[in-house]
């Protein structure tokens, strides 16, 4: 199953959206996103929770 990040689902007003097929596949890609798109250089553990968890498994 593919899964799908969205920035809106942890409170950014972006429209950033990015798909893999495996969630392991979403952290890098969305951290290079969040570096040059949010100026967030390096993601706390806490940020980190929050993406993971605003991962989906698409259906």
């Known amino acids: 199953m593919p899964f799908s990040y969205r920035c ?3 409170g950014y ?3 950033f ?3 893999a ?3 392991k ?3 890098p890609r969305i951290k ?3 570096k040059y798109a949010h100026n967030v250089f390096e ?3 806490d940020m980190i929770k929050k993406v993971e968890d605003a991962c989906r498994e698409d259906l």
Do not use: V
């Open 43 to 45: 993601m706390s553990p």
């Open 8 to 10: 809106k689902d942890i």
């Open 25 to 27: 596949d979403l952290l």
């Open 17 to 19: 959206e990015f798909r």
């Open 32 to 34: 290079i996103h969040t």
């Open 21 to 23: 097929k495996e969630k």
């Open 13 to 15: 007003d972006c429209s």
